[in-house]
């Protein structure tokens, strides 16, 4: 920063107040890059990079069987003597027509590619190395052949998930489709969870509200989301959507805030363990019906009232808890 050199009273206080203006940038800079610096130093050294794989006895761990094969099916002729003719016993059905692929092959493949993530055309160098001669584009037809079969599932699934009146859902981007060379199409899969422990993804090439409005358009009820605007838009023209958000994204914001404000930190996050207990007591107690709810809003509101924002403080400018309170 330059600065003129000050030949007077008036532009000495001139010059003191642009340096001051500039040393609280410089610390508000500071402050900002200490904090990414320790959040950064919680991905590499916490407790999320310290998992370990614990064997407990010294067994050795096998690869047994992974080969592919071709199942020869003999079937006998017969000939009937009165008449000469000959019959042969039937052909075991196959899961699509002229579909020379084991219903073992076609689930394997499918669990490879979406749970595994192994690409086609790498499933296909084992089959290769084991001197069947298969071309990669019948794997892709199968697949897609397979997935439809898979449909009627799904969407019996997702009409069962949709009748609950309790929805979690969220947006969870993914590279699905060539969009040019080199480049990938950006999607989003956009799961929906009820409150039996079931869970439907819905896929769409938007994160806009044109793919939740078709598809929640029968649902009333509790909509808990991420606080993602789209949800908040799309609520306000449902007067039967209550919209609520999960705590998991505001105990973020303490954690961001560990070395802004300590105190305040703890005591909300001392807040929410109670909330969590709560909950778990719920469970435990294997209560059915409205009295799990009932307690909910009895126990949890009343302790968020009395307790979560009554020894707030005087919060930094910059601290993440000052987001959180807006």
Avoid at 86 to 107: H, M, W, Y
Wanted: with cysteine; proline share 5%; aromatic share 8%.
């Amino acid at each position: 920063m330059n600065i003129p050199e000050a030949t007077t009273v008036q532009d000495l206080q001139l010059q003191n107040q642009q340096l001051q203006s500039a040393l609280d940038a410089a610390l508000l800079k500071v402050s900002e890059f200490e904090r990414q610096l320790n959040w950064f130093k919680r991905q590499l050294f916490g407790e999320k990079s310290e998992k370990r794989l614990i064997i407990d006895n010294p067994d050795q761990i096998d690869l047994d069987e992974l080969c592919y094969v071709i199942l020869e099916h003999r079937r006998p002729v017969v000939r009937h003597k009165p008449s000469q003719s000959l019959s042969i016993a039937a052909a075991p059905s196959a899961i699509f027509n002229r579909c020379t692929a084991d219903v073992s092959l076609l689930a394997g493949m499918l669990i490879e590619k979406f749970v595994f993530h192994l690409p086609l055309h790498r499933q296909h160098q084992p089959i290769a190395l084991s001197s069947i001669t298969l071309s990669r584009a019948s794997l892709t037809g199968w697949v897609k052949r397979t997935i439809e079969l898979l449909r009627p599932i799904h969407q019996a699934l997702l009409a069962s998930v949709l009748q609950s009146k309790i929805l979690a859902m969220n947006e969870t981007p993914v590279k699905a489709g060539r969009k040019e060379k080199g480049k990938m199409n950006k999607a989003w899969f956009w799961p929906v969870y009820d409150d039996q422990n079931e869970v439907a993804f819905t896929f769409s090439l938007t994160r806009a509200t044109r793919h939740i409005e078709p598809l929640l358009k029968d649902f009333s009820g509790v909509l808990l989301t991420d606080g993602y605007g789209v949800y908040d838009s799309y609520s306000k023209k449902r007067p039967d959507i209550t919209l609520a958000q999960y705590w998991v994204h505001c105990r973020r914001y303490f954690d961001r805030a560990k070395d802004d404000e300590p105190a305040a930190v703890e005591h909300g996050l001392a807040i929410i363990r109670q909330l969590y207990q709560i909950e778990k007591c719920i469970r435990e107690a294997e209560h059915t019906g409205d009295i799990p709810r009932n307690w909910t809003h009895r126990f949890g509101a009343n302790l968020l009232k009395k307790h979560l924002w009554t020894n707030r403080g005087d919060l930094t400018s910059v601290c993440p808890l000052t987001d959180l309170r807006s």
